[in-house]
């Protein structure tokens, strides 16, 4: 799986961007599906995740209690994409903004996801 992130960008606090991953591969509604982020100096940290939608219930969805409330993750297995919908951000909100993959359910820990996207920067300006 080839993952590409875009979407990124300066923003106000108070702003809004909508970060966009596209996946490679005809199994894509079978991975999990995440984004994570790291800020200059600090370890990467979960954000949010949407895991395999085969079920009949489709994706269970999770999100870190900091962007609870303020961000949005969801999943077009049509188009194999990925989208975090970000609002009311905030300049702790800054970093470099990861999607990625996992075989497996979803987990905050970073060592479960298979694939990696590129990164995509996000700047929050107070």
């Known amino acids: 799986v080839q993952l590409q992130a875009s979407g990124g960008g300066l923003v106000q606090a108070g702003g809004s961007l909508r970060l966009s991953c596209a996946a490679s591969?005809?199994?894509?509604?079978?991975?999990?599906m995440g984004w994570f982020r790291q800020a200059p100096g600090k370890e990467r940290e979960f954000v949010a995740a949407?895991?395999?939608?085969?079920?009949?219930?489709?994706?269970?969805?999770y999100y870190a209690d900091s962007v609870k409330g303020r961000f949005t993750i969801s999943r077009d297995n049509a188009k194999n994409t990925v989208a975090l919908q970000m609002n009311s951000l905030k300049p702790e909100d800054t970093a470099v903004y990861y999607c990625t993959a996992a075989r497996t359910g979803a987990s905050s820990n970073p060592k479960q996801y298979n694939y990696w996207g590129q990164g995509t920067l996000v700047t929050v300006s107070s």
């Open positions: 949407i895991s395999l939608a085969i079920s009949w219930n489709g994706g269970r969805i």
């Open positions: 591969g005809r199994t894509f509604q079978s991975y999990t």
